[in-house]
């Protein structure tokens, strides 16, 4: 497809292309509005489209026995893939291929680079805030799965239809929310800051409400502790809030949002932290402050740096 559409214009665009998938999708008039309201939004959606053929491509499986003769009246996507104007064409395909292939597995990945940060809006209405080094994967409309790194929800609560977020072998499930989830080498970790989250609901459930943040470190059992619900999710306007943190999880925070590597190293492990970290000024500048704060002496390690406690420094 030749053509250059707005990001924006791309978002909108994507958002039917993941919408359509869902089999129950009725909302026909309003695509064809949407469709109609700009020659734009045509091409857009064609581009999406192409997208999302190759993403399915990447995660196609062999077809099992008697999956040829199924694909031989399974209708590509690519078939409604035109040019010009023939909504009602495209309307016709769409429905035929929607009804034939129900939803498959993961409809989008998004992913960020350490340093960088995402908003994404969700079709739902939810949104999602991805921190540096975080990848998460969207299975459904209410069903996303963080593979690694740190995430804020924003979740348009349904009661009927929980949000569900998936990390390793935890589920989370909303309660009306907004929540903060870390999945690194440090273990997990979700902080409430309205509403409720309901920890591994068919097991063991945890009930979190606002101000609770529970943590697991490896496979041991999770612990809840309290913390200002207005520090969840501070990470979004330069603050890293810590009571009692370990130096691995403070330098693994610090790696996800300045973009550098920073580790832990010798001497450290019983070094609590306390306090709130800023992560303007650059990452030297910030690196130079955690090491005065904990008493640690800071050096270049290749790309990153190192946190070494100092003997005789106050713990």
Same mark, same amino acid.
């Not at 459904?140 to 799965?145: F, I, K, N, V």
């Given at each position: 497809m030749n053509g250059q559409v707005s990001d924006y214009l791309a978002e909108d665009a994507r958002s039917w292309v993941i919408r359509m998938q869902d089999s129950a999708f009725a909302d026909w008039d309003a695509f064809a509005d949407w469709l109609e309201r700009d020659p734009g939004h045509l091409r857009a959606y064609n581009i999406a489209i192409e997208a999302d053929e190759a993403m399915a491509a990447l995660f196609r499986l062999a077809p099992a026995p008697g999956a040829a003769a199924e694909a031989a009246v399974r209708p590509s996507r690519r078939r409604f893939l035109i040019s010009g104007g023939a909504v009602a064409a495209v309307l016709a395909v769409v429905v035929g291929w929607t009804s034939l292939v129900p939803g498959s597995g993961m409809q989008a990945e998004y992913r960020t680079a350490a340093g960088e940060r995402r908003e994404v809006a969700l079709t739902d209405g939810s949104k999602m805030i991805l921190n540096g080094d975080t990848r998460v994967a969207?299975?459904? !409309?209410?069903? #996303?799965?963080?593979?690694?790194?740190?995430?804020?929800?924003?979740?348009?609560h349904d009661a009927a239809h929980p949000f569900i977020v998936k990390t390793g072998d935890v589920t989370l499930e909303d309660a009306g929310t907004v929540f903060n989830v870390v999945r690194d080498e440090t273990g997990l970790r979700?902080?409430? !800051?309205?509403? #409720?989250?309901?920890y591994q609901p068919r097991a063991d459930a945890v009930r979190l409400t606002p101000g609770d943040a529970l943590s697991v470190a490896g496979s041991g059992r999770p612990e809840v502790t309290r913390a200002a619900a207005?520090?969840?999710?501070?990470?979004?306007?330069?603050?890293?809030?810590?009571?009692? !943190?370990?130096?691995?999880r403070v330098a693994a925070d610090l790696s996800r949002n300045l973009g550098i590597q920073v580790r832990a190293g010798k001497g450290t492990g019983d070094i609590p932290f306390t306090g709130t970290i800023s992560t303007q000024g650059g990452p030297g500048a910030v690196i130079e402050r955690i090491a005065a704060l904990t008493g640690t002496r800071a050096t270049r390690a290749g790309n990153g740096w190192m946190l070494d406690a100092i003997d005789g420094a106050p713990r």
């Open positions: 969207m299975i459904d !409309a209410r069903h #996303a799965e963080l593979i690694e790194g740190e995430a804020l929800f924003e979740v348009r979700v902080s409430v !800051a309205e509403g #409720a989250v309901i207005a520090d969840v999710g501070s990470w979004r306007g330069g603050q890293l809030v810590y009571r009692n !943190a370990t130096l691995e």
